[in-house]
């Protein structure tokens, strides 16, 4: 390997590494950010910053390019810059649209350079971009709503406090005006602060990653995908709940389930797949952290007092992993499973109820036999804590609170909406 390329595959923290004294040559960097000076303060009225203001504070650099400018200083087509900013999800604009900066050349040279070196050929490039690019728009609505929230709070005590005429709006889940300028003033201030610690959490889960990929490589009997345990977790008549809630309270319902729920799974090793409202699909690489993370959902949100009850479905199997997201008979089976699952209740399938037999701390009892609609026939085992008196494993059947019936689909309260939940994305 020449020594350019070696020069060039090393990166930030490597040359940390390297030089140590380089920390110490590198210059004091205020807190009010490294790309532009601090934003202006707001006059009287309220009607600053603007969005010009907070987009070159943020961005670093005004827009003065039009895209075929950053196409030739960068040296690809223009064809190529356009796949590459429609991965980012950049919408289409005008060949004479002064929409770009130098940074948007510095990232598509940083791209272009990883193709003609041979690391990534075009579509993996363009993948990998398109990767970065939809967990960084999350990320970025995520972070504006907690702190739109935030400030949107304290302003309103304050008001309180002081007398100020007119009470802000307790109802909505979008912030007023004077909120969300106060939240961009306030992202723009800590972006510099908290763009380390973005590096730092994408590296921890980076080599947490590379270690499963590599520990599910191990040669197995059955290729058809890595081995899991996956469960959702559904709130309890949901659909009820939106109808009765104001935007604001069910946003913080939604935000508290997140919450917790990742809270728990995360404890017990499991990791959180993704939330789509009321519901949270995790994966667990064990049966027995996998029945401890659903246990502890369910007494977590009984004792929670703004959330409604939760119940769990579960399974053991093959799944494929694709996209950050999980597929397969075995998530289809989980979704279903949840399905019939009574409130403060979790329901295993056969899988995990043999895997746990012989696992002290829980106890099961199986169900009435059904068909579960994409299924089919399917024998649910109610998983619970075993008693004090030390009892372990399977127990005699259990048909209390058992509905002998096929899986429909249900309504939204019993069925999640009669969709098939286990291809979520």
């Known amino acids: ?29 205020s807190r009010a950010g490294r790309h532009r000076p601090v934003l202006p303060a707001e006059p009287a009225g309220g009607l600053s ?99 739109a929230e935030a400030l949107g709070e304290a302003m309103g005590e304050a008001s309180l406090l002081t007398g100020t005429p007119g009470e802000p709006d307790t109802t909505r889940a979008m912030p007023d005006p004077a909120t969300a300028r106060a939240a961009a003033m306030k992202l723009a201030e800590i972006a510099d602060d908290l763009e380390p610690l973005l590096i730092y959490a994408w590296r921890r889960h980076l080599s947490a990653a590379i270690s ?71 994966v667990a690489r064990g049966v027995a952290p996998a029945a401890a993370i659903a246990l502890d959902l369910v007494e977590a949100m009984a004792e929670d007092d703004l959330l409604p009850d939760v119940r769990v479905g579960m399974a ?40 746990l037999a012989s696992t002290s701390g829980f106890e099961m009892s199986p169900l009435s036999r059904r068909t579960l609609r994409g299924i089919g026939p399917v024998t649910p085992w109610n998983l619970r804590r075993a008693d004090p008196s030390g009892r372990r494993g399977m127990m005699a059947t259990d048909d209390a609170g058992d509905d002998d019936h096929d899986d429909a689909g249900g309504d939204d309260d019993a069925g999640g909406d009669g969709k098939d939940q286990g291809d979520l994305g």
């Open 1 to 29: 390997m020449c020594a350019a390329r070696s020069r060039r595959q090393e990166t930030r923290h490597d040359r940390v590494m390297i030089d140590p004294t380089a920390a110490k040559r590198a210059p004091e960097v």
């Open 49 to 147: 910053p603007s969005a010009d203001d907070v987009e070159a504070r943020l961005l670093g650099q005004p827009r003065s390019m039009r895209p075929r400018e950053v196409s030739a200083r960068a040296a690809v087509s223009l064809r190529s810059a356009r796949k590459f900013w429609h991965a980012l999800g950049f919408p289409n604009v005008g060949d004479e649209d002064t929409v770009f900066s130098e940074t948007d050349v510095l990232a598509l040279q940083t791209v272009a350079e990883l193709v003609r070196d041979g690391t990534f050929d075009e579509p993996t490039a363009l993948a990998m971009t398109r990767a970065l690019a939809r967990t960084t728009d999350r990320l970025a609505v995520w972070q504006t709503q907690l702190m």
């Open 212 to 282: 499963r990929m590599v520990s599910d490589s191990e040669p197995t009997m059955d290729s058809s995908g890595v081995v899991r345990c996956v469960g959702f977790a559904d709130l309890v008549s949901f659909t009820r709940l939106v109808r009765r809630l104001s935007e604001r309270e069910l946003a913080r319902v939604v935000q508290r389930f997140e919450a917790l729920a990742s809270d728990v799974v995360t404890a017990h090793g499991g990791r959180v797949i993704k939330t789509v409202g009321d519901e949270v699909l995790f």
């Open 316 to 355: 053991s199997g093959h799944v494929v992993s694709r996209l950050g997201d999980v597929f397969g008979t075995t998530v289809n089976r989980a979704s279903r499973l949840t399905a019939v699952a009574r409130p403060r209740t979790v329901l295993i399938d056969d899988v995990m109820a043999a895997s």
